[in-house]
């Protein structure tokens, strides 16, 4: 019996682990669909001027004088806290294990603890790989050298000498299965934004389908007549399928709770997409391991998923016991401006500087369906599924102080700060644009491939050049870009606000130049 339900549980993970990476990829190109039809559609009344769009907003105050300094020890922070946790989640997970499930074996001594936590340490290399972004194949990398480490540790801190084979076939059945889940679950573009949050849902939902399967077990371990008529006029295979899906008919009101109970915890900050993402690649971890020792422990293996309660410990104590470091003052807000059509190269811009100025600031711009993996939250995905993702767009531009308003610039508890976007149809951009620069304090403008065609990044220019209170406009081009358009379109702006930067390549020092043009405070600007 014991058996049968641990493979029921396994049967749940798996299951609703692969429905969330498909259904994580058939939303993600739903969503690019919905959004492209309505942001073609006509919105309401023409632009307003932007001294009348973006009033609220006009006399904040100056913002912090971050530099790149600055930038780069609150990135270390966020890294060092996701190694503590994690080094909290191994040492108690190792404790629990060698006390609990070898407690008959006695083998809880310092060394030996010491060694199986720093073994079961390796979740936090895909923790760091999702924080910095890094590939598939960066992770796997990285994964290797862990391995090789792992081996040398296990050789010389063995109890007994164990042949090479054996160490190596215990380190692969280590990592092996819950790597391909994270690497599934998180590690994709669309899955990252997405399946962690379909995750719990989902997983009701396939415990559903499970508890429909042992009801029909049971009727039939019955054999009452009602049900020995049923094939005979549907057939067997239609009466199983309505045992398994027929229970999503009620599992489905509390997965949408959950679904929107999560939403409502992200926008009040007691979730961020970061946190989320650590627990599943650690809830994953933990999850395998627990019933991998359900065999010998029964519910009792239920105390392997313990540790990760350090998690929101962690994240509730974290403001106050590790402050972070900076300069006082309002956040610095930059807005993402960029060439359409450009999708691998906006990702890659995001990837390699946007998430390091989310360390330090607030990232805000016009919604685009380019971007859609990167910028997805909680809110949109379950607004989405609610079918209300049109209430997202601005229909007229008196409608756009209020979202403007409405951002959500308070920094996440790990200390990353949220990506805020309006959703615009056509006739609704120019209004929108114009309130995004009254309220932010600096521009990366990619125009990689711009050409004079371009009318609309040539009215953003023009917008950018008689800002009122813009500090700088950072321009990334490159040898397809219409430069001299590009500055011309640009003529009417302040000395020194424009930055102009080959971004034919962005390599690390490329990075490094960017958000060092991007902190205002910075004194190694590239002009």
């Not at 259904?23 to 073609?40: E, G, I, Q, T, V």
């Not at 530099?67 to 270390?76: G, K, Q, S, V």
């Not at 999702?130 to 063995?158: M, T």
């Not at 919604?367 to 993702?389: H, N, P, Q, S």
Request: glycine content about 6%; proline content about 6%; some cysteine.
């Amino acid at each position: 019996m014991d058996d049968a339900a641990n493979g029921k549980l396994l049967f749940i993970v798996l299951a609703a682990t692969l429905l969330a990476v498909v259904a994580a990829l058939l939303m993600a190109r739903s969503y690019r669909a919905a959004m492209k039809r309505l942001m073609s559609l006509p919105g309401g009344a023409a632009a307003v001027p932007m001294e009348s769009a973006a009033a609220p907003v006009a006399t904040q105050a100056p913002p912090a004088p971050v530099t790149l300094a600055h930038n780069r020890r609150a990135a270390w922070r966020v890294a060092a806290l996701l190694v503590l946790l994690s080094a909290l989640i191994s040492l108690t997970g190792s404790w629990l294990f060698l006390a609990v499930a070898m407690a008959g074996e006695k083998l809880l001594t310092p060394a030996r603890l010491a060694t199986l936590a720093a073994l079961n340490l390796w979740p936090v290399i895909p923790a760091l790989g999702l924080l910095w972004r890094w590939s598939r194949w960066r992770v796997a990398a990285a994964l290797a050298l862990w391995f090789a480490g792992a081996v040398a540790l296990l050789a010389w801190r063995a109890i007994e000498s164990q042949p090479l084979p054996l160490v190596i076939g215990y380190l692969v059945a280590e990592i092996g299965a819950p790597m391909l889940l994270i690497g599934a679950l998180c590690l994709g573009g669309a899955t990252r934004a997405i399946a962690p949050w379909l995750l719990p849902l989902l997983m009701l939902l396939v415990a559903g389908s499970v508890a429909g399967a042992d009801a029909l077990a049971w009727i039939v371990a019955h054999r009452p007549q009602w049900l020995m008529a049923l094939p005979a006029w549907l057939g067997a295979e239609q009466v199983m399928l309505f045992f398994v899906l027929a229970p999503w008919l009620v599992a489905w009101w509390p997965a949408k709770w959950l679904g929107r109970a999560l939403a409502a915890a992200y926008a009040r900050h007691w979730l961020s997409e970061l946190m989320v993402l650590f627990t599943a690649v650690w809830g994953i971890v933990l999850l395998l391991r627990a019933l991998g020792a359900w065999h010998d422990m029964g519910l009792a293996s239920a105390s392997m998923l313990l540790p990760l309660l350090w998690i929101p410990l962690v994240m509730l104590l974290a403001p106050r016991a590790w402050p972070r470091t900076g300069p006082r003052g309002r956040p610095p807000t930059l807005l993402v401006l960029r060439v359409f059509q450009r999708d691998a190269q906006v990702q890659a811009l995001f990837d390699r500087v946007i998430e390091r100025w989310r360390a330090s600031g607030n990232t805000v711009l016009i919604a685009g369906t380019d971007l859609v993996e990167r910028t997805l939250d909680a809110g949109d995905i379950f607004a989405f599924l609610d079918g209300r993702l049109a209430e997202r767009f601005v229909r007229a531009p008196a409608e756009v102080p209020a979202r403007i308003a409405a951002f959500d610039l308070e920094a996440d508890a790990e200390g990353r700060h949220r990506i805020n976007e309006v959703y615009c149809h056509d006739s609704t951009w120019q209004s929108a644009l114009d309130a995004l620069v009254a309220a932010s304090d600096v521009v990366l403008m990619d125009l990689r491939s711009f050409k004079a065609h371009n009318r609309g990044c040539r009215h953003e220019l023009g917008v950018l050049a008689r800002a009122p209170r813009l500090a700088r406009v950072v321009v990334l081009t490159d040898g397809d870009t219409a430069l001299a358009e590009a500055r011309a379109d640009a003529g009417a702006a302040p000395p020194g606000r424009f930055v102009w930067l080959d971004g034919s390549r962005v390599d690390a020092k490329r990075r490094r130049e960017l958000l060092a043009a991007l902190f205002v405070a910075d004194t190694a600007v590239h002009a």
